[in-house]
Each structure stands twice: as C-alpha cells, then as structure tokens.
T-cell receptor, first 114, second 117 residues
C-alpha cells in the first residue's frame, strides 16, 4: 500500500535557525511529491513539488526540499526560519495514472519562537 | 472572489438533519475534490470529479452524497450523519490535461468545520 510518513508530530525551531521537516514515502512506482502548508482556520496552500529532474526543488516563501530516491525521503528545509512560518505542514505523494489522487502524511506542526 | 471558496465556514447539525456543503472554484479548473480532515489524521480523499464526472469514490459511506453540476461548483450533501463525521471538510481543484492531473498541484478552499451533535 502507498503511504507517506512524517515522523515528527511537532518541530520547534528558534527564529533565524535552519529548519527541517521530515517526510518519507513508500510507493510502488515513481512518485510525484508535494509539500503543503496550513495556517490556522485556512485551507492547505501549495509550497513546492518534485516531478522529475533536479533533486533539489525550490518553492514559495524560501522553502526548498530535496528528493532522495535511495532513502525514499523528501524533507522540507529553510535556511532561516521566521515566526510567521509557524503552521501545519503536510507532505503528499501522487502516482502516475492515478487521477490526481494525493496521499497525505499526518502533518507536522512547526513552531518558530522569537 | 478568487481561488476556491466554501460555504458555510461552520455548520452544526443534528444526526437527523439534512444539509449541504458548497464549493466554488474561480480558477478555471476542471477537476474538483472533497477531503475530510480529522485531528491527528492524514487528509482523507473522499471524492474526485474530473470534467464533471465522478472518477473516485473512496469507500465513503452513503450518508455523504456529492454533486458536481458544472466544472466550477461542487456540493456535498449530508444526511443522517454520525458524531464521528465531525471534521473539517476541504474542497480542492486542479487543472487536468490528460494525465498531468497526477502532478498538478491542487488549490484548497478554507474548509467547512462540521460538528454533528
């Protein structure tokens, strides 16, 4: 069965420090990988995606993610965290010819303190 | 209005009520989705409509009934719900070009917070 795991329910970071939110996946076939962010009382917002090509993907608000096929990971990173980055982050995967069906991880709550 | 809108934003209903959730997308997309978001659980895909045809029904109980009258509107009709159906219901849309729907990002509405008493 296809699945996505976000091993940390919560990540705490001091403002200005680098942040990493982890994601691993288990799928049969080549995955398309996504990161979304959800602010309180809001829907999910797209941050970035990996389809093919360069393993390092850059997205909105200074976020980037690295696709690692051997480790089946797609960790989200940012060099310098902002308090406004505090939110719920979701990793998701879809597969070729699956009609856009996204499989989500359970989410990671990111808290950035001043 | 821009993006994806959902109404109502909050809904409280009894188990014997009938209500409907509405979603409208202003992005010119041709695929729409319903998701259920419960606390501490991954988002669950409920239904997918592509070009106004239902292409996915993810083992959802029949007390949830979707309707897609056109590519801009999506409804979720609710009847005889259970307290465990209380959750945030999210609507999303994306643009499908053949198989590119697989990797086109989805745009989400703000959700309807549903409480079943």
């Amino acid at each position: 069965a296809q699945s996505v795991a976000q091993p940390e329910d919560q990540v705490n970071v001091a403002e200005g420090n680098p942040l990493t939110v982890k994601c691993t996946y288990s799928v049969s076939g080549n995955p398309y990988l996504f990161w979304y962010v959800q602010y309180p009382n809001r829907g999910l917002q797209f941050l970035l995606k990996y389809i093919t090509g360069d393993n390092l993907v850059k997205g909105s608000y200074g976020f980037e993610a690295e696709f690692n096929k051997s480790q089946t990971s797609f960790h989200l990173k940012k060099p310098s965290a902002l308090v406004s980055d505090s939110a719920l982050y979701f990793c998701a995967v879809s597969l070729y010819n699956q009609g856009g069906k996204l499989i989500f991880g359970q989410g990671t709550e990111l808290s950035v303190k001043p | 209005e821009t993006g994806v809108t959902q109404t109502p934003r909050h809904l409280v209903m009894g188990m014997t009520n009938k209500k409907s959730l509405k979603c409208e997308q202003h992005l010119g997309h041709n695929a729409m989705y319903w998701y259920k978001q419960s606390a501490k659980k991954p988002l669950e895909l409920m239904f997918v409509y592509s070009l106004e045809e239902r292409v996915e029904n993810n083992s959802v109980p029949s007390r949830f009934s979707p309707e897609c009258p056109n590519s801009s509107h999506l409804f979720l009709h609710l009847h005889t719900l259970q307290p465990e159906d209380s959750a945030l219901y999210l609507c999303a849309s994306s643009q499908e070009h053949g198989r590119t729907v697989d990797y086109n990002e989805q745009f989400f509405g703000p959700g309807t917070r549903l409480t079943v008493l």
